[in-house]
């Protein structure tokens, strides 16, 4: 066991528990069970999550009450709910999926999300603020140039006054780090 | 009458227009901080304690402990009516508050909160003036194995929190605890689950994760189920609670109030342990329990009088004692320290106008709190009216300065965008997200304790520990039963099945 | 003739030009930024404020304290290395700070780091609660050897400055006792006010507005001054070997910076040093002002990091 708690050996592990996830998950939407495969691959993902870390503690020190020792109980308790969630899905005793919305819209979210993240460390917290809040309430369909630019700048002053000036905030400034 | 003198030393320090200002000056920037997500009691705290340095001593820590008390009430505001709780503990004033915005009840919620709010930081104040010292020495009893039992039980409340599936608020708390355990192990100090990343090195922090959770999960989940069609706007009620609805839950108020203090005063516990408690016991009593979650009145009081009285309570084992309860006493601790006062049993002697003077303008600060309350709520209630399209961007705009601001990291950002992922997820397939919080919140005090108690006294201790013994039944008694009465429905309902099968 | 005088305006401002160009030099032209490893209110970070506070005196610089906290001083110490040796940003530092650069596996090295100056040492200690049976150091000794093995001694984190104070302390007087660590030092001060330990690691400042510790012995080859005058050294208890084991703190840059900066900075160090004010502050915590500069400082650095590194594999900390 030592072996899969760190270096190669952790990656083989973790690339095992990947390809397990996957694999549920491919079950599951062929199956009778198709409807719930949502309902199982989350707690699915916490099972193999809890598996990667229970891996991981054997590369903790063994001691009386040691490190590893709480990690593996919520671990335990962790597997044995999701197991119990799971059985429940595959007798159909569970909740079905909900209706699936618009995920592509979530997922434009998210990415936008990500994308103002790497905006700040590169352009700092003040352009990508402004570019973020923009592009967000357009992509949230308004349409009024002038609310778009005064609640963006509104928000700028108000960042840079209360944020930067007063309680000291060091936001970071990215290229402009020399300018400002 | 001790007590007496050393009152009018504490009010002639609160003579003139200075302090007067200062108390006004801290509860408006409480209120405001609090009711900014990430901007938590002790963060707010923090961020001010530079500012402070130029002023005189008492004004300063008279700032600083305003500050402290009005940002509790302050977190509910963005809690009940944004669903994105301000302060930790306003987590639980959501669970209640954003049902009733939901049902155009907004002014209710708020005024509920800010009554709670009030009573319970003037309860936990007059306990703190009155018995700090006893309190504290009790306090300081506790053992280890006892601060375990007492952890597990707040554990236990998750039973409360649960709408429908008891298995899914488990799997919650248990990811919860699961990951508050990445990060320096603090009692071997061996580095766990960082997988080489320094960055990991302390683990997730609360606030980060409590903003993704709460607050952007909810804007994913809008974007879901996202029309382009511009909401109509409901109708926001901005009346206050009626005197008979107030007076419905005044038991509720005092209740919480005492058990918001007492969980104050053990080091460690603090404000969002005592909400979650206060939460738990208050639906326990309540006449009508199946209303929580859904929008009770009793729900909101029990989370706001407890997280507000909990400020008297950590400010005890702080004055008496010197040692630092939560969070924001230890900033204040650095406070006191740079401005050369030791807080501690010497400083009521040696300073009785510092001490007395914080007692005052503590007592000062809840009155003006509700003064400011008042006018502040049908201000803040314009916000439910602000179009989806303004208001969304602008709460994500608000999770990452926050995040960012706990501690000046982007990992925290970053972070607060992954829970964010997380928390639309959790929603999506019915798991409740603040068993979460409370996993990440408890994790540390059950671990540590546990451990401590059987490094000293081996497992034996939590049978021979009599109060522990006592507290960790009524734990177990406390998941137990809500899985026997389920299971008692359960049947129940089959059994009703079954019979109109018969007819 | 207005001509001329127009002339001889021009060549006064260049000249004018060429002396500030030449006072460019001239160290600083811009803020200080001073980092510090806490949030605002811990206890460097009322170091560090202290001393911006005091050095007014000295400079027309402006300071700022910037806190970026994180991995215990690592966050710091790492976004200083990734600056512009300018000399505009350093840190303040203490021992602890080398403690978690061995622990997080010596992803930083030293011997990138300018050490410009060690301030104030602060002795180690060994604290009691008078309101127990074991107040004195032959009490201590007493009690341990009666519970063979079973006496509780209380402290923060395991593999710190102060844990390892106690496994030194242990081995010197031929002692066994087990090591209950606290999330840090004012929770494991609260288990030893509660009489659930019956000693505490830490410095004698701590006792400092409680008047239920009491200092038991403290490492130094002489006596402390005022508050801790009675307190004995642990040479005078006939325990050999801890006569300096210090926590001490300092402040580091990257390095590289100008020349200029470094004589500024040597300057500052050693008025504040001598400064009445500094003094007295540090010293009412019964620590000890005084200045260690570059090599001597780096010496020690590295003394230190080879203690952590042999006592932290000894704990299991590392590998």
């Known amino acids: 066991m030592q072996y899969f708690s760190h270096g190669t050996g952790l990656s083989i592990w973790a690339l095992f528990l990947a390809a397990c996830f996957i694999i549920t998950g491919l079950v599951f939407r062929r199956s009778s069970r198709h409807n719930w495969t949502g309902q199982a691959l989350l707690p699915m993902a916490l099972l193999l999550l809890g598996a990667l870390f229970y891996g991981v503690t054997f590369d903790f020190p063994v001691e009386e009450a040691g490190p590893a020792l709480i990690p593996r109980l919520w671990i335990a308790c962790l597997s044995a709910m999701c ?39 590169f352009l700092g917290y003040f352009v990508s603020s402004v570019i973020f809040l923009s592009v967000m309430m357009y992509v949230l369909s308004c349409r009024k140039p002038i609310l778009i630019i005064s609640v963006s700048v509104g928000w700028l002053l108000f960042s840079y006054v209360v944020f930067y000036k007063l309680l000291y905030i060091q936001l970071p400034l990215g290229i402009f780090e020399n300018y400002l | 009458m001790e007590l007496l003198d050393s009152f009018s030393i504490g009010l002639s320090v609160l003579l003139g227009w200075k302090p007067i200002l200062v108390i006004v000056v801290g509860v408006i920037v409480g209120i405001l901080a609090g009711a900014m997500p990430g ?17 005189e001593p ?32 306003a987590a639980v004033t959501a669970m209640d508050g954003y049902p009733l915005t939901q049902k155009g009840q907004a002014g209710k919620a708020l005024g509920t909160a800010l009554l709670a709010s009030t009573v319970g930081g003037a309860i936990g104040v007059m306990i703190l003036i009155l018995f700090a010292v006893p309190l504290a020495r009790v306090a300081l009893k506790f053992s280890p194995a006892d601060y375990f039992a007492l952890a597990l039980f707040g554990l236990a409340t998750v039973a409360s929190m649960s709408r429908g599936n008891v298995l899914k608020s488990m799997v919650a708390i248990l990811f919860g605890l699961m990951i508050k355990n990445i990060g320096i192990d603090p009692i071997s100090g061996v580095s766990r689950f960082t997988f080489g990343s320094d ?60 058990i918001g203090t007492v ?45 507000s009285s909990s400020v008297g309570g950590a400010l005890v084992p702080l004055l008496a004692l010197g040692i630092p309860g939560s969070a924001t006493d230890a900033v204040l601790l650095g406070a006191f320290m740079l401005h050369d006062l030791v807080p501690g049993p010497l400083l009521f002697k040696n300073n009785p106008d510092i001490v007395y003077g914080i007692f005052s303008a503590l007592i000062l600060a809840n009155m003006i709190m509700l003064i400011l309350g008042v006018y502040g709520n049908r201000l803040f209630i314009k916000v439910v009216s602000v179009p989806e399209a303004i208001m969304y961007p602008l709460i994500l705009a608000i999770a990452v300065i926050g995040s960012f601001a706990v501690s000046g990291s982007m990992f925290d950002v970053a972070a607060c965008i992954g829970f964010g992922v997380i928390g639309w997820l959790f929603k999506r397939y019915g798991f409740p997200v603040a068993p979460i919080v409370l996993g990440i919140v408890l994790g540390k005090m059950v671990e540590e304790n546990f451990r401590r108690a059987v490094m000293m006294d081996g497992y034996s201790v939590f049978y021979t520990d009599k109060l522990a013994f006592v507290v960790l039944l009524i734990s177990f008694l406390s998941f137990v039963w809500p899985l026997y009465k389920g299971w008692k429905h359960h049947q129940s309902v089959n059994r009703s099945k079954v019979k109109s099968q018969h007819n | 003739m207005k001509k ?14 060429c002396i500030t160009t030449v006072q460019a030099k001239e160290f600083p032209t811009k803020p200080i930024k001073l980092i510090v490893y806490t949030k605002p209110g811990g206890a460097i970070d009322v170091f560090a404020r202290k001393f911006t506070a005091i050095a007014a005196k000295y400079t027309d610089a402006t300071f700022v304290v910037v806190n970026k906290s994180g991995a215990g001083g690592i966050v710091a110490i790492k976004y200083i290395l990734s600056q512009k040796p300018d000399g505009y940003k350093f840190a303040a530092v203490t021992k602890s700070n080398i403690g978690k650069i061995v622990s997080t596996g010596g992803k930083i090295n030293v011997d990138d780091i300018n050490w410009m100056g060690m301030m104030m040492t602060d002795p180690e200690a060994v604290i009691t609660n008078v309101n127990q049976d074991v107040v004195t150091w032959e009490q201590l000794v007493a009690d341990a050897k009666a519970k063979d093995g079973k006496q509780i001694w209380v402290g923060p984190a395991a593999g710190g400055n102060d844990h390892i104070m106690a496994l030194k302390t242990w081995k010197a007087a031929g002692i066994k006792a087990k090591w209950i660590p606290y999330s840090g030092g004012g929770k494991a001060m609260a288990a030893l006010l509660g009489g659930h330990g019956v000693a505490y690691v830490g410095n004698p400042r701590d006792v400092i507005g409680r008047p239920d510790l009491k200092v038991a012995a403290v490492s130094s080859e002489k006596r402390l001054s005022g508050a801790f005058a009675d307190v004995p050294t642990f040479a005078e208890l006939g325990v050999k070997g801890l006569d300096h084991e210090i926590m001490w703190r300092g402040f580091m840059t990257r390095k590289g910076i100008p020349a200029e900066a470094e004589a500024f900075y040597s300057d500052l160090l050693t008025k504040m040093t001598n400064d009445p004010e500094w003094k007295e502050y540090i010293e009412k915590g019964g620590a000890t002002p005084l200045l260690i500069q570059s090599d001597a400082f780096t010496a020690i650095v590295k003394k230190d990091q080879r203690e952590f590194t042999t006592a932290l594999k000894e704990l299991g900390v590392i590998k």
Not at chain 2, 62 to 78: E, P, Q, V
Not at chain 2, 207 to 222: D, M, N, R, Y
């Open chain 1, 83 to 121: 197991v119990t969630i799971l059985f429940f899905i595959v007798r159909g005793d569970a909740d079905k999926d909900p209706k699936a919305g618009r995920i592509g819209f979530v997922l434009l979210g998210v990415g936008i999300m990500v994308a103002y993240y790497f905006a700040i460390l």
């Open chain 2, 39 to 55: 901007l938590s009691p002790s963060t707010a705290v923090a961020l001010l304690v530079p500012f402070s340095y130029t002023m």
């Open chain 2, 58 to 89: 008492a004004l300063a820590l008279i700032l600083l402990t305003s500050i402290y008390i009005a940002s509790n009430y302050g977190g509910s505001i963005t809690a009940v009516l944004i669903n994105t709780p301000g302060t930790p503990s």
């Open chain 2, 199 to 258: 960055q990991l090195y302390d683990g997730f922090t609360l606030i980060p994760a409590l903003i993704g959770l709460f607050a952007v999960s909810v804007v994913f989940a809008k974007m879901e189920s996202w029309t382009g069609i511009p909401r109509v706007l409901e109708k926001v009620d901005n009346k206050l609670p009626s005197f008979k609805e107030m007076m419905k839950i005044k038991m509720t108020i005092l209740r919480s109030s005492v």
């Open chain 2, 263 to 307: 969980i104050g005063i053990f080091p460690g516990a603090g404000a969002t342990i005592a909400a979650f408690i206060s939460y738990d016991v208050s639906k326990r009593w309540s006449k009508t329990p199946e209303e929580f979650g859904k929008g009770s009145l009793e729900g909101v009081a029990a989370a706001e009088g407890a997280n």
């Open chain 3, 4 to 17: 001329n005088i127009m002339v001889l305006f021009v060549a006064l401002a260049i000249f004018a030009g």
